[in-house]
C-alpha cells in the first residue's frame, strides 16, 4: 500500500506542476495592457515602471512563473488587479459558494448515477430498464445551461416553487437549501446520465466475469450474488465517478452564471469582462488542482477496496 | 480495447458483409434528421423572415406564435426565428472546424505514440495528461480567455481541448493491433514506417475515430455556444446561440422564449449528432464502452 501511494503521488505532482504551468501560460498571453487598466490609457513611464515593479511584470516570463508557484504554495494568490484587494479573499469566498453546489450536485450525479446504472444493469422485465436508460441517456444530452433554462422557467417562473437565483433570501440570508436544488439539478444531470451508463456497463461487465460465473456455479443466492457483483464493481464506479465530478467543477460555471450563484465560475466570469487576470488565473488553477487531487483520492479509495488495483493490475473501465 | 475484430482476416470479412447489409431504419430517420440540421445551417439565412440584427423596438419581447415573429422577438424587438436560422451556420461551423482540426492532429500524435518507442510514448501520452488533468470547460475558458472573444478563438481553444481525447483514442487503438501478426508481416516484408501507418495501422483506428468524432461534434457545438455565452465567443450584436441565451437571461420573467429557444436548439443540434454517433457505432460494429 506504502509503495502505491508514493508511485501515485510520483504521478500527481508532475501533472499539479504541468497544469501550473498551463495556467499560468494561457493567462500570461491574454492580450491588453494590465497596467492601462489601472492606471488608465496613457500612464506616465515613471509610473508604468513603478507599477509593473509592483506586479512583478518587468522580470522575465520564467522567473515571473516560478516567483508565482512559490507565492502561490505559500497560499499567497496576488491581488486582483479591478479591485485591488487579494485575490486569496475572493477565491475562498467563492470557492466555499462553489462546493455548497458542486456537493449538492455531486450527490445527485452519483447518487442518481448508481440508481439508475443498477436498474439498467439489473431489473427486471423490459420497462423499468428501457425507462432508466430514456432517462439516462435525455439526462446526459442536454447541456448545463440549457438546463439552468428550463428548470428557471418551469420551477421558478411558473411554478414560482423555487427562487430564480442567488444563494441565500436577501432578507433572511437563509434558506440555501431551498436556492441550491434547481442550480444542483442542473449541473448534476449530465454526470448523472453518464455516470449511470458507465455504471451499468461496470456492473455487466463485472457479471459476467469468471470469478461471478464460479460463484454462481457454487450455488450462491441471487442476492448474495448481486452484492458480490455490486462490491466487484465499485473501483470502476469510483473512476468514473472521479472523472464526472471534474466534469461537474467545469459544467459549474455555466449554472453559477445563469443562477447567478456566488462562486468560482462566477467569479471567473465576471473576471474575464474585466480583464482580471491574477483571478482567472486563481480560479481555473484552484478549479484543476481540485481535479487533480480529487482523482488521487479515488486512486487512494479504489486501492484500499480493491487489492487488484494496489498490485497493479488493470481493472475494468 | 478498439479493435474492430480480431485479426485481419476476419476485419476485412466483416467490414465487407457490413457494406452489403442494408441501414437499419432508425439509422435512416437519423440521418434525415442530420440532413435537415444540414440544410438549415446552408439555408438557413435565405428562410429567415427579417434581418437577424434590425431592432423594432415596438414589437419587443412579443412573445412564441406572435403575428409576423414565429418565435417571438427579444429584448431589442429583433426577430428570434430569423436569429436562430442564421446562428444555426455559426453553430454547425464550431462544432465541425474545431473537431475537424484536432481529429487531424489528434490522429497523427496518436499514431506517433502508439508506434514511436515506449519513452517518446511515455513522453507524449504524460503530456497530454495534463491537458486531461483540465476539465473540458475550464481549458476551454482559459485558452479562450487568452486569446480574446471571437468566433474564431473560440474555435482555437476548443481544438486544443479536443486533440488529447482524440491522441489517447487512436493511441490506444493503435496499441490494439500494435502486436497483432498482420504488423508483423508488414514490418518483415519491408514496409516503411509511414507505410505501416497509413496502411496498416490507420484503417483499423478509422471506425472507432469516426463515432468518436461524430460525438464530438455535438459536444463542441455546446461548449462553443457556451463559451460565446460566457462572452468569450460571438459577439454582439451577431446572432449565435449562446449570446442569445445570455441575452435572454434578462427577460425571464418577461418572456422565457428569448432564452429558452436558443437554449433548446443547442440541445437539439447537439442530440442529433450524439444520436447519429450511437447509429455510426452500431453500423460500424464499434464497442461505444470502449470510446467514453
Redesign the interface.
Known sequence: MGRYVLLRTLVML???L??S???YV???????DPVASILGSHPSASARAAVEHHYGLDKPAVVQYFYWLGRVLRGDLGESISLQVPVRTLVSAAVGNTLVLAGFAAVVAVGGGVILGTIMAFARGRSPRVVANAVAVTSL???Q??LG??F??TF??NLGWFP?GGMRDAITGGAVLQHVVLPGFASGLVPMG?IA??YS?ALRETASSGWVESLRARGLSTPRLVGHIVYGSTSPLLTIAGLQL??????V??VE??FAWPGLGQL??ES??KRDLPV?QAG?LV??LA??IL?FGVDLLRAVIDPRVRKGRAVG? | MTTISGSLGTARLGRRVSRRRRLQPSTHVVLGLLAMLVLVAVFGPLLAPHSPIAADPVHRLAGIGSPGHLLGTDGQGRDILSRLLYGARTSLLTGLVPVGISSVIGTALGMFAGLAGSKLNALVMRVLDVFYAFPTVLLAIAVGAALGPGIRNAMIALTVVFVPPVARLVESAVAAVRGDDFMESARSSGASRVRIATRQVLPNVVAPLVVYCTSLIGLSIVEAAGLSFLGLAATPPNAEWGLMLNDGRNYFFTNPGVALVPAVAVLVSSLIFNLTGDRLAVELQVDRKELS
Do not use: C
Not at chain 1, 494561457?26 to 491588453?32: A, D, E, L, Q, S
Open positions: 508532475p501533472i499539479a504541468g497544469v504551468i498551463v495556467v494561457t493567462v500570461k498571453i491574454i492580450p491588453g444530452s442536454v447541456p445551461y440549457t433554462v428550463l428557471i422557467v421558478a417562473v430564480t453518464i451508463r458507465m456497463a471534474g466534469y461537474l467543477l467545469g459544467g460555471v455555466y452564471v445563469i471567473v466570469y474575464i469582462s482567472i481555473v478549479a484543476a481535479f487533480v482523482n473501465v
